[in-house]
């Protein structure tokens, strides 16, 4: 899988802000209504804004720039990850509605420069507080500093709900399901000098949770069910065996000891032998509660040795908008080391490393103080990778007395 050349955002002037418009305009509703096969989109109450606004919501699905445009009924300039800008069919549509790429785990002035200037020409900003779409439907923790964008941006806040859109585009399924999707919108809100920090924090964290668990549902339909869910079923339930979950149709069943488990359109785990049915979020829950233990204990030195070995993988240093591959072979965890064994080898300490994160599907993440790095995974699963990763860093970290940034930083 080749990682393309970053394209580069749209300019925000005038001409661009009027070309914008125009599109969300025309192609928005053309762009529902083609959907409709899959995705029923409904609205209550739906509020179109009457001036520019800060858009926030909450992160389930694909689609959810889509959804906001058409609810809010206004083209919206989107904060997006680099990443998001990589050539191909997502990344001209990013710069075709004019989103604002930003660099991972830093501070990126140029980014609020670029949305302060599509503020200034009239245009409303768009940002998921959460950083991420969810991997088993419950809400994420929202972003360090949003707030600050609140006063930096000097707009209403608006914040909006997307409900089911997690059942119906899974982060880690192979195929989208079909059914219905519901948006809310709420009032603009804005915020002063005399509103704190934290109760403006406060606010979005409160008017965008969703729990896909707990919130409104409606049905959903689709086929092979259980492709992709051994990204987060990266053990086996019952055995904890190490990538042996195998996907057929819709059946996820372990290579190792036979346990198997029918997965239906709600996400929920029916096991094959009888029991009571278990959701994503309890299995996976499981595997984080077990793991990195007792592969990599708590307490003590890590173990000598390699901790975790990989599938034949692609490395690339994406720091500048042409990505370089620099290595092929075998990602090898160890406790000093994250390295490439193979035709191509690489290295870099695990000190050296300050952060970690699953931005795409299959590719995982990670930066030193300079470079920020993408391995991508055909098969394997990269919330064990990231898991594993943040384990040893914290613990490297601690030892060497330093404070462990999460990814969540970034």
Known sequence: MQIRRRIDPLPPTPRNRRRVESRARWLGPLVRYGMRPLVRITFGPSRPLREPAL???????????????LATGRAIHFLATELAFSGGPIGWVHRFFGAVPKRKYTADPRAIRRLRRWRDLGGSIGLFPEGERTWDGRPLP?????????????????????????????????????????????RPRRFTDRDSLQSIRRYIEERIGVDAETGPRWP????RL?????????????????????????????????AAWRVDAECRLHPAAGGAPITLRAAADHLRGRFP???????????????????????YDITDPAPALIALGKLVLTADSLRVAGAAPWSIPIAALRAEAVDIRRRLNFSSRRRVFEVV??????????????????????????????????
């Open 142 to 186: 929202v972003l360090p500093a949003v707030e600050k964008l609140v006063r930096a941006m000097g707009l209403p806040v608006v914040t909006v709900r997307v409900y089911n859109g997690w059942r119906q585009s899974p982060r880690w399924a192979g195929s989208l399901r079909r059914g219905r999707v519901h948006v809310e919108v709420d």
């Open 220 to 223: 959903v339909r689709g086929r």
């Open 377 to 410: 995974m055909p098969r394997e699963s990269v919330i064990k990778w990231e898991l594993f990763l943040r384990h040893v860093r914290s613990r490297r970290h601690a030892a060497n007395g330093r404070p462990h940034s999460s990814a969540a930083k970034r």
């Open 55 to 69: 858009v926030m919501s909450n992160h389930s699905s694909f689609w959810d720039p889509l959804f906001l445009s």
């Open 293 to 315: 233990e007792p592969w990599l204990p708590a307490g003590g030195a890590l173990p000598a040795g390699e901790l975790l070995r990989s599938e034949p993988i692609r490395l």
């Open 226 to 258: 259980a492709a992709g869910i051994s990204n987060v079923l990266f053990a086996c339930p019952a055995c904890l065996r190490l990538d042996a979950i195998d996907e057929r149709g819709d059946t996820a069943a372990c290579r190792s000891c036979g």
